[in-house]
């Protein structure tokens, strides 16, 4: 009985496993019927089969709500390139020609070419709907194939683009608007930065030239002179830093990367910040560079980052204090400078207060001056030579500052490349030949303070004129051996009038320096870029506008004319 029982029994659990899988393979039929319905008859986006010839066989719901065709209008009737933008259609045929140098007809063909080789393609284009209306369609191109691999259809499915180009249309206008506003910023610093620097050229001009005029001023004098002296250069140096970080906020802010020498710009700054500390009463103690490092930077903005560390080890230091100064390899690749003081030292809470703007973390109300300013710029500029910087603080002890820059090899000398010479200041002989010196300025101010210094030059004859164009005229008429060109003057800029002179045979060869409140780097890289000589900017500082007029006697002795023709001879 059990065995007699137990044949039916088996049959009958292989008829309920076939009935149990028959079940699940009508429910997953179900399934995928119910999946592909809803992507036919979804609005949300167009789905289009054509057959190989491109005419459309399929419309899906979402076609007829973006286009406002029905199916009936369309399947066995149209091409979807029909309800295409024939402009945009012709513009893809043109280009697939250009890139495959393969003749493309415009129509179907141009949309269906890539998907047709086995390429999926996704494209944009213009949809036009049915009332003439117009939307930007981002669609997909795939071929359809039997089981032969012939090509039998293609399918398209397309998106409405409009949101996204909105967003795009918007951050595009948003870009136009915000570089605008970067252009006025930048037009209004440079403003700025002449109308501030005008005032104070004739401020540090004639104090520089009571400090040294003959008979030398009396004690009273020479402290009052330097007052003003310490407050004009204080001034200055407080217009430069705001305009840097305004610079470099605005995305500005120019950087010439190259590969410079550690020790040499550690010795500059050396001997420009020693003066500082001995009359502080600060020792300092610099490093002894066994072997020479160079990094990948900008050489002025490293040497005023480090100008920038070392005046605040010496102000913010103890009475009697000492700054130590120490270059090491930190990291690979990588070389660490480091400002330690023995100064009060900073807290944990003012420690995060560090590298804001404006922020002096309490010594607003020192004797000390300063802005806040540096140490933010100081970061900036770090980070934009692609360094680190950073400052380890204790309480009683004192701080230390560091940065960090990207190492780089030694760079090679090119062949044949001449030694510099250096140009000293030229020693005035009595029996000097008289030169002649042009200074076009419509400053009242700059123009007296140019004066009192060409005075004590008897070998140097001054013309002036208030304007470009006068100023034209009269180096045409009497040859000045140099031209010393304000900027900003009426009638013609002090640009214009120089492509003038330079386009004319009879002037061409004269060097000209432009002498200008205009200092923004921008403004500094134009003015070498169209042709002077040298960019001096204001407020002057002495030694610097002799040694520049000097070097353009010198330049000019060797172009002019005359030197010319006493060469051949």
Request: glycine residues 8%; hydrophobic residues 40%.
């Amino acid at each position: 009985m059990s065995k007699t029982g137990n044949g039916p029994t088996l049959a009958g659990d292989a008829g309920k496993a076939d009935g149990t899988t028959e079940v699940r393979r009508q429910k997953a039929l179900l399934k995928a019927g119910a999946l592909q319905n809803a992507i036919l008859t979804s609005a949300n986006f167009s789905i289009i089969a054509t057959d190989e010839k491109g005419i459309i066989q399929l419309f899906n719901v979402g076609a007829e709500r973006m286009l406002g065709y029905t199916a009936a209008e369309v399947v066995n009737r149209i091409r979807p390139s029909d309800i295409h933008d024939p402009q945009e259609v012709a513009a893809r045929a043109q280009a697939l020609s250009l890139e495959l140098a393969t003749p493309i007809t415009p129509g179907f063909e141009a949309l269906a070419y890539k998907a047709s080789r086995g390429v999926e393609d996704i494209y944009e284009l213009t949809y036009i709907r049915k009332d003439g209306g117009r939307f930007p369609a981002l669609i997909s191109i795939t071929a359809l194939r039997d089981d032969y691999g012939d090509v039998i259809g293609y399918l398209l499915i397309g998106t409405d683009n409009s949101v996204r180009k909105q967003v795009e249309l918007e951050l595009n206008n948003a870009m136009a608007v915000a570089e605008k506003a970067n252009l006025a910023k930048s037009d209004f610093l440079s403003s700025m930065s002449h109308e501030l620097r005008t005032p104070l050229s004739a401020i540090l001009g004639f104090a520089q030239l009571m400090e040294s005029g003959s008979p030398q001023p009396t004690t009273s004098q020479k402290r009052s002179i330097d007052q003003i002296l310490k407050a004009g250069w204080y001034l200055l140096e407080l217009i430069n830093e705001i305009l840097d970080l305004a610079l470099i906020e605005s995305g500005k802010l120019p950087l010439s990367l190259e590969p410079i020498s550690l020790t040499e710009v550690m010795q500059e700054c050396q001997a420009m910040i020693e003066p500082q500390a001995q009359k502080s009463g600060i020792r300092m103690t610099f490093p002894r560079f066994e072997c020479p490092y160079f990094v990948i930077a900008d050489r002025t903005r490293v040497k005023q980052i480090l100008i920038n560390l070392l005046s605040n080890a010496i102000k913010y230091n103890k009475v009697g204090g000492a700054v130590v100064v120490d270059c090491i390899a930190s990291t690979p690749g990588r070389v660490r400078i480091s400002v330690k003081d023995t100064g009060e030292g900073l807290t944990p809470d003012k420690l995060t207060q560090l590298f804001q703007p404006f922020n002096r973390l309490g010594k607003e109300a020192g004797i000390e001056e300063g802005t806040g300013i540096g140490l933010m710029v100081s970061k900036r500029l770090v980070e934009l030579m692609k360094g680190e910087i950073g400052v380890e603080s204790t309480v009683g002890k004192g701080s230390v500052f560091w940065i960090e820059l990207n190492l780089t090899a030694e760079p090679q000398p090119a062949a044949g490349a001449a030694e510099p010479t250096a140009v000293g200041q030229a020693q005035v002989q009595a029996d000097a030949p008289l030169r002649t010196l042009l200074y076009v300025e419509d400053n009242p101010a700059n123009l007296m303070l140019v004066e009192d210094l060409i005075a004590r030059r008897p070998d140097i004859r001054l013309l002036s004129a208030m304007d470009g164009n006068r100023g034209i005229e009269i180096a045409r008429a009497s040859r000045p051996d140099v031209i010393l060109m304000d900027i900003n003057l009426p009638g013609i800029s002090g640009v214009q009038a120089l492509k003038i002179l330079r386009a004319d045979p009879a002037t061409a060869h004269i060097p000209v320096v432009a002498l200008s409140a205009n200092a923004i780097p921008r403004d500094i890289e134009r003015g070498l870029e169209a042709g002077f000589f040298r960019y001096l900017t204001k407020p002057i500082k002495v030694n610097e506008f002799m040694d520049t007029l000097d070097m353009a006697l010198k330049f000019s002795k060797t172009r002019s004319p005359r030197a010319n023709k006493e060469d051949k001879a």
